[in-house]
């Protein structure tokens, strides 16, 4: 019916690991979700939020099955984000990006909601598609080393879970058969830039989606610059 695999690793300078993902079905629903959180790095207790979000969004989803999925999903967030922003103590003001994928299989009704600079990426007929927009100011700075000045990539984010006001939007999409989407958090898709469009593509083809994602996601450990994340979900059907 369908296939569905993912992974987090620290990056090996930190002490803890500021991604966390989550990805199961609820069975009764007939609803698989898929959630990739990337806790913001320079806000306290990034581990925790990312924790949070992945941990409390299933527990508070299954409380609001009145609804219709859409707003299902939109009042589930804003809960969870409740949670995350009313912490109190170190952990105060702590963030974390979204990347969400909601899907109730028996009716191929699919919603997305992504919040920061985690991403979703569609692949469908071999091409690869960046369907989410980076809330981000990306710029450039300056820094001094031993062997002289290099100009480094910086980033700013607009839009986190955690703040008081985040802007939540939920999109409803299309999920066709032999589709294939991945939830991926900076670390993992700034891994390898140059060959991330053709590694997704050959992984969407690949005729057994865990196998190939584990040898994908180990080679790009290599790379890794940042804590990454990711998820891959395939609709066979």
Not at 33 to 57: H, M, R, T, Y
Not at 149 to 158: D, G
Not at 198 to 213: G, H, R, S, V, W
Request: charged share 30%; glycine share 4%; net charge negative.
């Amino acid at each position: 019916m369908y296939e569905i695999t993912g992974n987090s690793l620290k990056y090996f300078e930190k002490e803890r690991n500021g991604d966390n993902f989550y990805f199961g079905e609820i069975e009764a629903d007939k609803i698989v979700i898929a959630i990739v959180a990337d806790g913001v790095s320079n806000q306290p207790c990034d581990w925790l939020a990312s924790e949070i979000l992945c941990s409390k969004f299933l527990e508070l989803f299954k409380h609001e099955v009145i609804l219709d999925l859409k707003t299902r999903v939109h009042i589930t967030i804003e809960k969870v984000n409740r949670v995350i922003s009313s912490t109190e103590g170190e952990c105060n003001d702590m963030r974390t990006t979204m990347s969400l994928l909601v899907w109730k299989y028996d009716t191929n009704e699919c919603y997305i909601s992504n919040i920061g600079d985690s991403r979703i990426y569609r692949c469908e007929n071999e091409k690869l598609d960046l369907i989410t927009k980076d809330e981000s100011i990306v710029g450039t700075k300056t820094i001094h080393t031993q062997i002289g000045r290099r100009v480094v990539e910086t980033s700013k984010l607009t839009n986190t879970l955690g703040s008081l006001t985040p802007k939540i939007e939920v999109k409803k999409i299309d999920f066709k058969k032999d589709t294939t989407f991945v939830l991926a958090s900076d670390g993992f898709y700034g891994a390898k830039k140059s060959s991330f469009s053709i590694d997704m593509q050959a992984l969407a083809c690949a005729p057994k989606l865990d196998e190939a994602f584990n040898e994908t996601f180990s080679n790009y450990d290599w790379s890794a610059k940042d804590d990454m994340t990711a998820i891959v979900i395939r609709n066979n059907n």
